[in-house]
């Protein structure tokens, strides 16, 4: 068993240790194991602490039949009966404490504001999530925007008061009874109940094997990002702590450059980019009507050049797309072929009733250093070049006739 200094004292960063055991992971990486450590192993939710160990890299932390072991990075010198010191990375211990409290800060709030249980909670490289389960109260039917704001207020208010938080350790099931939890115990022994507040009336309280700082004015700040229905409960993405406040200067970040991009104070932003909307979809119906008033005068122009047998028309300011649908418009009315070439990106559209279009482009392209290919009435070719599409435009030409 290995003694776990970390549930005594989440402040400590470093001990000095005796190796107990060594082994090797399936990847090949050192596993060692000590008497006592101070890294927190990856559980309930919580990403395990990393550092070093002797100087070792230590990657990864796993507890196993109470033996918490030791993944190291490279090769390592340790031996069963060695002691080294053992140095957690605190600024990730930090952050996660801060991340995870802010867990229990909030589900606390959800809790005590509308009778919501977590089913589920993840701390994520990006944010964090609790699945809201509105099982406690059936005079909810949903969390909205404005019920998960208040919920975040409530939890800053806890963090405001700078609330105890602490972890008392209970053997048996039947030593923890009589607690007031946010959730029921589904463990038999050895059992955590982290507490923010008073025992009489805690801001939550709940079964955790986490490290937790000790107050909740420590957490900082809580900032609830979104809420989703997810499988029939609602699934909260947030953060806390230094990860929150990293979100509101990058968020911050995008607002003053938009501020700026759009010569709008903080009050009127909204209102300029609703103009600034409008007038882009304004443009874009005028710009649809023009296009369309442009296709069909040229497929009307097309159709009669097509009576000699071959057309070929060069576009600069129509999409392949629209060229596409030009082309298909006339299918049944090309004895020859129809070249659609695109300017912007020397592409060239083939259509014909009685040539077949793929297998001129598989058998030329390639000789003008073009690439390309398609059916029997239509096929594209791309070229690097715009006298390597003309070349290619000539010599089908000269190959149909």
């Known amino acids: 068993m290995t003694e776990k200094l970390y549930q005594k004292d989440v402040n400590m960063t470093r001990t000095s240790a005796v190796v107990t055991e060594t082994d090797v992971d399936r990847d090949g990486s050192i596993l060692i194991a000590l008497d006592r450590t101070v890294f927190f192993p990856e559980g309930g939710g919580q990403p395990c602490d990393t550092g070093t160990i002797g100087g070792f890299t230590v990657t990864d932390v796993r507890e196993r039949n109470g033996v918490i072991w030791h993944k190291l990075a490279g090769e390592c010198g340790l031996k069963a009966g060695s002691t080294a010191e053992a140095l957690i990375d605190w600024e990730r211990r930090f952050c996660n404490m801060q991340r995870h409290c802010g867990e229990h800060i909030l589900s606390g709030a959800f809790f005590k504001l509308y009778g919501a249980v977590n089913r589920g909670f993840h701390m994520g490289d990006e944010y964090m999530t609790v699945d809201m389960s509105l099982e406690g109260d059936t005079s909810y039917s949903e969390i909205t925007w404005d019920m998960a704001i208040a919920a975040e207020r409530l939890a800053n208010e806890t963090i405001w008061k700078d ?41 939550d309280a709940c079964a955790c094997c986490g490290t937790h700082p000790t107050s909740s004015g420590q957490v900082g700040l809580i900032k609830i990002y979104k809420v989703e229905l997810n499988k029939g409960m609602y699934r909260i993405f947030f953060e806390a702590g230094s990860r929150a406040l990293e979100g509101y200067d990058s ?43 442009t296709l069909s005068r040229e497929k009307s122009e097309l159709g009669a050049a097509l009576a000699s047998g071959t057309a070929v028309r060069h576009y600069s300011l129509l999409t392949l797309d629209d060229l596409i649908g030009l082309g298909r418009s006339l299918e049944g009315s090309i004895p020859g072929i129809l070249y659609l070439v695109d300017d912007t990106s020397n592409t060239v559209l083939l259509f014909s009733d009685t040539t077949d279009c793929g297998r001129m482009v598989k058998e030329n392209a390639n000789v003008f250093a073009g690439r390309g290919g398609g059916g029997d009435t239509f096929a594209r070719a791309i070229f690097s070049r715009k006298d390597d599409l003309e070349m290619f435009i000539d010599a089908a030409e000269k190959l149909r006739r």
């Open 251 to 293: 968020r911050y970040d995008v607002l003053t450059y938009l501020e700026k991009d759009m010569s709008a104070g903080f009050s009127d932003i909204i209102a300029k980019y609703n103009s600034r909307k409008d007038k882009a979809k304004s443009v874009r119906d005028r710009l649809y009507k023009l296009t369309q008033e």
């Open 163 to 203: 609330l105890p938080v602490t972890a008392q350790h209970y053997a048996t099931k039947e030593d923890a009874s009589g607690r007031r939890l946010r959730k029921e115990l589904t463990i038999e022994r050895d059992i955590t109940i982290v507490t923010v507040g008073g025992q009489n009336e805690p801001a």
